[in-house]
């Protein structure tokens, strides 16, 4: 498994690219909505929760963050509301 720290701009469009290579690992793409160096950051909580989630999904390529799992294609980032939803 494969976690990867990544920019919340972008991590759901560049999930999208590794996700339609259809590798045979379980990836999950995570960061933080607020900066690590920022007190009350999500970082930490996130990447923690990131690895356990990446040890236990099948493999396929994910987006974790805030306690929650999204598939590659079913994801994007509500810069409205500073959260990542399900799309369709």
């Known amino acids: ?5 990544h920019g919340t701009d972008t991590m759901a469009q560049t999930a999208q690219v590794v996700g339609k290579a259809h590798l045979d690992k379980t990836i999950v793409f995570t960061g933080a909505m607020i900066p690590y160096s920022v007190a009350g950051s999500d970082a930490l909580f996130n990447l923690g929760f990131a690895l356990a ?11 974790a963050m805030n306690g929650r799992v999204f598939p590659w294609d079913r994801v994007r980032k509500n810069k409205t509301d500073g959260v990542f939803e399900f799309v369709g």
């Open 53 to 63: 989630a990446a040890q236990s999904l099948p493999h396929n390529t994910y987006v």
């Open 1 to 5: 498994c494969i976690v990867v720290i």
